[in-house]
């Protein structure tokens, strides 16, 4: 086989993966994967410290998130997987900052949004 026929075959295999790749990204739910950043204060912890309520826009409705898992860590300092020492159970008032994924529902499960992570910034 001639080197010209080679890179003619290595060049549309490659624009037929991409094309693959473009149409999964549009049909499924793959490439929709942001981390939403939410910052505002603390309403309440729950007594196992997993769960939040949060206030993110002043005078807004408090949200729910559950903590657990999340990776977190005081402003400035080094990330932990364990529970944060800022937000003790059954305490309001903290500045905290959000990452959430927003997962959508598929085949029968619901989605919901997922903490991944939590900056306690005071």
Request: aromatic share 10%; charged share 15%; proline share 7%.
């Amino acid at each position: 086989m001639k080197m010209n026929t080679k890179f003619g075959l290595i060049v549309l295999f490659a624009f037929g993966i991409a094309v693959g790749v473009a149409i999964t990204c549009v049909f499924g739910p793959f490439c929709d994967v942001r981390v939403h950043v939410l910052e505002g204060y603390i309403n309440a912890v729950n007594q196992d410290g997993t769960a939040i309520g949060i206030t993110i826009e002043p005078g807004g409705q408090p949200e729910a998130y559950i903590i657990a898992g999340a990776t977190w860590r005081e402003h400035g300092g080094s990330w932990s997987d364990k529970f944060p020492t800022c937000l003790e159970p059954l305490t309001s008032g903290q500045k905290v900052r959000l990452g959430v994924v927003y997962t959508a529902p598929t085949k029968g499960g619901p989605g919901r949004p997922v903490v991944v992570w939590l900056e306690c910034l005071d």
